[in-house]
């Protein structure tokens, strides 16, 4: 029974760090195998610890599903070595990698779910939606957000559903949120891109409130529920069974994009985690 490994990228947030932690309880209640999580930088428990403990319990195979929404640096690079040095640490360990979550259709549904907690679907023909993801230096990441948005507002009688990023992309949340002002919307919904509660969705948040050009309401965070623990599910039989090539048409890991000819073949290496002392090694 192959165990199931969740890769979190990490939070200095203690909401966010607990909310992860409640989420693999909710797997581990629902699959007869073994589940452990962990992350690869800025808060315990790291990675490094899950892959001990699988390795601990017999296990030498693995599927590790990142629990990302989008294909940026972490899911691409960060990930991929971290697990590459664990496999180095661990002898006779393997494992298989899963595909980021988004954009999938349980997604919508559950960004549709937050968007109804604090909008009559009433109102949604005179309602504009901002969609605020992340933001990442990697186009391919940016654009998998604005594919979402496109999606989220095909049949769903929404005024418009305009991108926005948090960080390192824009437009920001300001600037999106003048956006949506400037094409007419006199209400919008702002509705984070993002799984857990963390720093950058409370950053969200507060950028939105300071918006003064129209009624603005903040949504949730997807956060831990059933329909995310099903998407994680498929995504873990995906990697045990299914075929899990990724669309590389955009990668700038792989072909030259404009002002990123410099990525083209670079290297990937595992991020630095304080927790773990043998990093160096």
């Not at 919307?185 to 950053?203: C, N, Q, S, T």
């Not at 045990?240 to 669309?247: E, Q, T, V, Y």
Request: glycine content about 8%; overall charge negative.
């Amino acid at each position: 029974m192959t165990p199931l490994l969740l890769v979190g990228h990490g939070t200095r947030d203690e909401a966010g760090v607990a909310e992860f932690a409640r989420f693999a309880e909710r797997l581990r209640a629902r699959l007869p195998v073994d589940v452990a999580g962990g992350f690869i930088e800025l808060s315990p428990p790291p990675l490094t610890d899950a892959v001990a403990e699988l390795y601990a319990a017999g296990h030498r195979h693995v599927a590790a599903v990142p629990l990302v929404l989008v294909a940026a640096g972490h899911a691409k690079g960060d990930m991929p070595a971290a697990l590459a040095r664990e496999r180095e640490r661990h002898p006779g360990l393997t494992y298989a990698y899963g595909r980021p979550l988004g954009p999938h259709p349980t997604l919508l549904a559950l960004l549709e779910e937050r968007l109804d907690a604090v909008l009559d679907r009433a109102d949604r023909a005179d309602t504009a939606v901002l969609l605020v993801g992340r933001g990442s230096t990697d186009p391919d990441a940016n654009a998998e957000v604005c594919k979402a948005a496109r999606l989220l507002w095909e049949g769903r009688g929404l005024a418009m559903v305009e991108t926005a990023f948090v960080s390192l992309a824009r437009p920001g949340v300001p600037e999106g949120l003048e956006r949506c002002r400037l094409l007419g919307a006199e209400r919008i919904v702002v509705l984070p891109y993002f799984l857990f509660p963390g720093v950058l969705p409370d950053r969200v948040v507060a950028e939105a409130r300071s918006y003064e050009g129209a009624e603005v309401r903040c949504a949730e965070v997807i956060g831990d529920c059933d329909g995310l623990a099903d998407l994680v599910v498929e995504r873990y039989e995906e990697a045990l069974h299914g075929d899990i090539r990724m669309n590389c048409d955009s990668c700038v890991y792989r072909l030259p994009m404009p002002g990123f000819e410099d990525r083209v073949g670079a290297p990937q290496h595992p991020h630095h985690h304080p927790h773990d002392h043998d990093h160096a090694h």
